[in-house]
């Protein structure tokens, strides 16, 4: 079951700009995640944010969420040629097991 | 250390074989995933193995089918393979399997049923 949908499905930047995704999610979750995947190839795990926390910080990602709307964003802030991949996010449908339900993903390309 | 190692890389069998992916966890990694990635559906959920134990499953038929051995080692197996089946093939390891804890996936098993 997909339990995540995320907006926009894909989104073209020049490099530096900032990119904002969204992602939403329908069941009450334990924590929300969010990873990248380069050209059909392995996940990077990004950051984890637990549902007591309402932001978070890592580099040039930030991370929101909203468990009031079942909403998080993803802002990645002066955008690099190399941010140029798809964008997931999961959550635990399993309280407290690794049962990641993931979105379908943002396909995002920074231009130079 | 090293990373989550899947093997092998590629694949290509016709419908109606069998298929068996392996993946070996980041050492001292005891929970391993597996994980489905096609176009149409997604990322969806296979199955966990913890201490060679399946915890967790996805909805996906009995023909698919996992295992894992004493040294975390783990393998999927699919039967009787339909077109559908093509798909990159992902697992992921962690210590001991929370939600909380980071997985580490490795770069997948594509496969291709023609």
């Known amino acids: 079951s997909q339990q995540g949908e995320e907006d926009p499905q894909a989104l073209s930047i020049q490099e530096g700009e900032n990119a904002t995704m969204n992602c939403s999610y329908k069941?009450?979750?334990?924590?929300l995640q969010w990873y990248r995947q380069n050209s059909g190839r392995g996940l990077v795990h990004l950051i984890l944010?637990?549902?007591?926390?309402r932001e978070k910080h890592s580099g040039r990602l930030r991370v929101t969420l909203d468990t009031s709307k079942k909403s998080s964003s993803l802002l990645i802030t002066a955008s690099r040629a190399a941010d140029t991949a798809s964008y997931f996010c999961a959550t635990d449908e399993s309280w407290g097991a690794q049962k990641l339900v993931f979105g379908q993903g943002t396909r995002l390309t920074i231009n130079p | 250390k090293a990373g989550v190692t899947q093997t092998p890389r590629y694949l290509i069998k016709t419908r109606g074989q069998q298929v068996t992916l392996s993946c070996s966890p980041i050492?001292?990694?005891?929970?391993v995933s597996w994980y489905q990635q096609t176009p149409g559906q997604g990322l969806q959920f296979l199955f966990e193995y913890f201490s060679e134990t399946q915890r967790n499953k996805g909805n996906f038929p009995g023909r698919f089918s996992g295992r894992q051995f004493s040294n975390s080692r783990s393998e999927m197996n699919v039967s009787t393979l339909e077109l559908g089946d093509s798909a990159l093939y992902l697992c992921?390891?962690?210590?001991?399997?929370?939600?909380?804890?980071?997985?580490?996936f490795g770069p997948g098993t594509r496969l291709l049923v023609l």
């Open positions: 050492s001292g990694h005891r929970s």
């Open positions: 944010i637990r549902s007591n926390e």
């Open positions: 992921a390891s962690s210590g001991e399997g929370y939600s909380e804890e980071t997985q580490y």
């Open positions: 069941t009450s979750i334990n924590n």
